[in-house]
Antibody, heavy 125, light 105 residues
């Protein structure tokens, strides 16, 4: 079964750090394009970060320089290292797999087809 | 930054048609997707590439794109379709729309 399971959320003080994990089963993280998406309480979805299968990384302006996306191929797990946390980073954090077919000259995008259940991060003193 | 604008809310009577718009600069040149999110649940992919449904998505959900606007249409709306709906634009990275709450009255 294709599945994503997030963990690592919790309560952290402003300025603190946290590392989120997203364990995948049924597919290989390193062969796919993987995202972190967050949702603040009562708010909409906000894309946070993307890790290409080739290793390129992209970040939303709101987290650039503070968050780092990475993966451990041996554990088939995606990570999000979050530093210098702020109150506005409080949210439910989802990992999600992009379904992309990439050729030499083009990307064909089929949407975020697998989502985890999310892990909650609360930044508060 | 790139922004996608959706109406905050749409109301529809059971059995009627609901339409949700998503507006963004040159949205038709990007890959447009739609997601449904029910309370306490993770988002579910409804539409990709503007008008295609993944396996298992009911035919009453359809999508279209023209110019700067993508539209999600729910035909014969059912009570179970009451949810939040988000558009997404992909052009090597992702932007989500502001979200629309659909209420089935």
């Amino acid at each position: 079964e294709v599945q994503l399971v997030e963990s690592g959320g919790g309560l952290v003080q402003p300025g603190g750090s946290l590392r989120l994990s997203c364990a995948a089963s049924g597919f290989t993280v390193s062969s796919n394009y993987m995202n972190w998406v967050r949702q603040a309480p009562g708010k909409g979805l906000e894309w946070v970060s993307l890790l290409y299968s080739g290793g390129s990384t992209y970040y939303a302006d709101s987290v650039k320089g503070r968050f780092t996306i990475s993966r451990d191929n041996s554990k088939n797990t995606l990570y999000l290292q979050m530093n210098s946390l702020r109150a506005e980073d409080t949210a439910l954090y989802y990992c999600a797999k992009d379904f992309i077919v990439a050729t030499n000259s083009h990307y064909y995008y089929y949407g975020m087809d697998v989502w985890g259940q999310g892990t909650t991060v609360t930044v508060s003193s | 930054s790139y922004d996608l604008t959706q109406p905050p809310s749409v109301s529809v009577s059971p059995g009627q048609t609901a339409s949700i718009t998503c507006s963004g600069d040159k949205l038709g040149d990007k890959y447009a997707c739609w997601y449904q999110q029910k309370p306490g649940q993770s988002p579910v992919l409804l539409i990709y590439q503007g008008n295609k449904r993944p396996p298992g998505i009911p035919e009453r959900f359809s999508g279209s794109t023209s110019g700067n606007t993508a539209t999600l249409t729910i035909s014969g709306t059912q009570a179970m379709d009451e949810a939040d709906y988000y558009c997404q634009a992909w052009d090597r990275s992702t932007v989500f729309g502001t979200g629309t709450k659909v209420t089935v009255l």
